[in-house]
């Protein structure tokens, strides 16, 4: 079945304890990126992925890191987290940007007490 | 600054018609789409328009206009299953930097 996982799905953390959230396709797209969904802000992009070894800030890069090693995935992680990163966040992949068409992971909701 | 503005709330009963606006201001515009997200699932895609004019999916359909920076997604026939949020996205660069916008939380009522 053609998906996009997220692990883990829940996660409660303190503050700056280093965590990474995983992100894997298995669709062979190339490009990837991340977001976080927080009331009333809709979703923002964090940083995104064309290929293997290319990526690039969004809106909202403060905070985070990614690799892409490997096309199929596409990890998120957070060297020191804060209260503010609390959120719900997405992975997500497309084919080709020119379709407009990505895929979203079931998302992962983080808590940084 | 960048902005995608959209209503925050319709409402509209079962059978009827909706539309949702969305106007856009991007440093760059490569297309317009738009995105489901039923409460505590995961935002899935409904369309793009990368050129002016009208697409047609099924029950729903989505109109851009490049010179107005403005689009549209029209959902027809509404069902009780059609209440979710729904997201305008532009995409501003050929790299794939995305800009959503807040969202349309669209109540369907019997």
């Known amino acids: 079945e053609a998906q996009v996982t997220q692990n883990p799905r829940y996660l409660i953390t303190v503050t700056g304890k280093k965590l990474t959230v995983t992100c894997s396709q298995n669709m062979n797209h190339e490009y990837m990126s991340w977001y976080r969904q927080d009331p009333g802000l809709g979703l923002r992009q964090i940083y995104y992925s064309m290929n293997v070894e290319v990526t690039d800030k969004g809106d909202v890069p403060e905070g985070y890191k990614v690799s892409r090693k490997e096309k199929r995935n596409f990890p998120l992680i957070l060297e020191s987290p804060s209260p503010n990163q609390t959120s719900l966040y997405f992975c997500?992949?497309?084919?080709?940007?020119?379709?407009?068409?990505?895929?979203f992971g079931p998302g992962t909701r983080l808590t940084v007490t | 600054g960048q902005s995608l503005e959209q209503p925050s709330e319709v409402t509209a009963v079962e059978g009827a018609i909706v539309q949702i606006n969305c106007t856009y201001q991007t440093s760059g515009f490569y297309g317009l789409s738009w995105y489901q997200q039923h409460d505590g699932g995961a935002p899935t895609f409904l369309s793009y328009?990368?050129?002016?004019g009208l697409e047609e999916t099924g029950r729903f359909s989505s109109f851009l206009s490049r010179s107005d920076s403005y689009g549209y997604l029209l959902l027809q026939e509404l069902q009780m299953k059609d209440s979710a949020s729904y997201f305008c996205?532009?995409?501003?660069?050929?790299?794939?930097?995305?800009?959503f916008g807040a969202g349309t939380q669209v109540v369907v009522t019997p």
């Open positions: 328009n990368a050129l002016d």
């Open positions: 997500a992949s497309s084919l080709s940007l020119g379709s407009g068409e990505q895929y």
């Open positions: 996205v532009v995409t501003t660069d050929s790299w794939g930097k995305l800009q």
